[in-house]
């Protein structure tokens, strides 16, 4: 293990905590009943197990366990949310308001949608990454059924202001969806507060297992209707069909649990490693922060370099670490991350780009020692155009 690169890519996945997978374990073998089988104890050790995450997830967002139903992950959540309310509200309106910035899980579902006849309003961002509320405001229509902002963005951490955006929707009685996979478990975050109705969620980016996530389905003080969009069996309350994957379920749970527990303190430690890593970066000239400097996830550090080419640079930096330089779902395309061309970077920019995923594992000697490579790739990259230059 020594050997590997140092993993600083948290926001495409998180390792599995050890005491998830231990978690885990017992309902692969001893404890493998289905949860829909009511009739022995096998069944009822799952269900109870089921029962058991419902509650962790709910308290975490402040919802109800009944609000809760499970899914695949974050991507089913939101095509759930977003096609769901278009089928369900129909009637009502076909116009949804959405940001650029927005995961392709939310982004395509609506570009589907449009497809379809619907109206998709896709806002700007600001140069920091925030949405502009005056604009948001402007765009809202009679007959706009559904807004969907994401919580915390996947490539450039920005936390968005989820309070102002859901008394904004409320006050015009308008179903507000967020994607918070990348919040749940390392921001505070409350469904009631906040007046948010959808709320989609996953497990593998807080240190739980892949293949697991939840939308959370406001039921009371506005009941919301979803259409489902997976039939068969009825399961979660007629919402989402298939047999609930209760390992997977038990380990969403303990993530969300040692996640809570450990918020406070994990804020602040990955605070003070993404500051350490930035005051190094930022000694070089032409170093840009990507996003708002402080209203961002704890743990991200997104920077685009001038003067250097992307290729060479993501080459230059694998040796020694794992990074990205934009989402891990879209960096196999050619083009530059649609995020970083909405903050108005040029395309060399865009390309030039590296997004530091800091989480639970890193120490203060990774993050040192991946300063000095940065920096070492990057000022070399720059001699080498300089000599070819003249």
């Known amino acids: 293990m020594s050997n590997r690169p140092i993993y600083l890519d948290c926001h495409a996945t998180t390792p599995v905590d050890e005491r998830v997978l231990a978690a885990m374990i017992p309902y692969f073998t001893e404890k493998f009943g289905n949860p829909a089988s009511v009739n022995h104890v096998y069944g009822w050790e799952a269900e109870a197990a089921v029962k058991q995450t419902r509650e962790i997830l709910a308290a975490a967002i ?21 096609k769901g309310v278009a089928e369900a509200y129909f009637s009502k309106g076909q116009h949804i308001i959405t940001v650029a910035t927005e995961h392709g899980a939310v982004l395509d579902p609506c570009k589907y949608l449009k497809s379809l006849g619907f109206e998709i309003t896709i806002l ?6 925030l949405i502009d509320l005056t604009e948001l405001e402007k765009a809202l229509r009679p007959d706009t059924i559904l807004v969907s902002v994401m919580a915390a963005n996947n490539e450039i951490g920005v936390l968005q202001p989820l309070a102002s955006i859901g008394e904004i929707c409320r006050d015009r009685q308008i179903t507000f969806h967020t994607d918070a996979a990348q919040a749940i478990g390392k921001i505070p975050l409350d469904v009631q507060a906040m007046k948010i109705d959808l709320m989609s969620l996953t497990a593998h980016k807080v240190y739980g297992p892949k293949g697991i996530g939840a939308l959370y389905v406001r039921r009371r003080n506005p009941r919301v209707q979803i259409a489902p969009q997976q039939h068969g069996g009825g399961h979660e309350r007629g919402m989402r069909s298939g047999t609930l994957y209760t390992p997977q379920i038990v ?10 527990t450990e918020q406070a303190t994990e804020i602040q430690r990955l605070t003070e490693l993404r500051e350490r890593l ?9 170093v840009h922060l990507n996003g708002h400097p402080t209203q961002r996830l704890a743990g991200n550090l997104s920077i685009s370099v001038e003067g250097v080419d992307g290729a060479a640079l993501s080459l230059g930096l694998q040796p020694v670490m794992a990074v990205s330089s934009g989402s891990a779902c879209s960096s196999a395309t050619t083009a530059p991350s649609h995020v970083l061309t909405a903050l108005g970077h040029s395309e060399q920019l865009a390309y030039a780009s590296i997004r530091f995923g800091i989480g639970r594992f890193n120490t203060v000697a990774e993050i040192d020692q991946v300063a000095q490579q940065a920096i070492a790739t990057i000022q070399g990259l720059r001699k080498q155009k300089t000599l070819v230059q003249q």
Do not use: C, R, Y
């Not at 380990?251 to 809570?260: P, S």
């Open 251 to 260: 380990g969403f749970g303990k993530a969300v649990e040692i996640a809570l």
């Open 124 to 129: 700007p961002v600001k140069k920091d990454g």
């Open 278 to 286: 930035w005051l190094q970066l930022s000694t070089l000239e032409g």
């Open 62 to 82: 402040n919802a109800t366990p009944e609000e809760i139903v499970f899914t695949s992950g974050a991507t089913e959540a939101n095509n759930l949310a977003i």
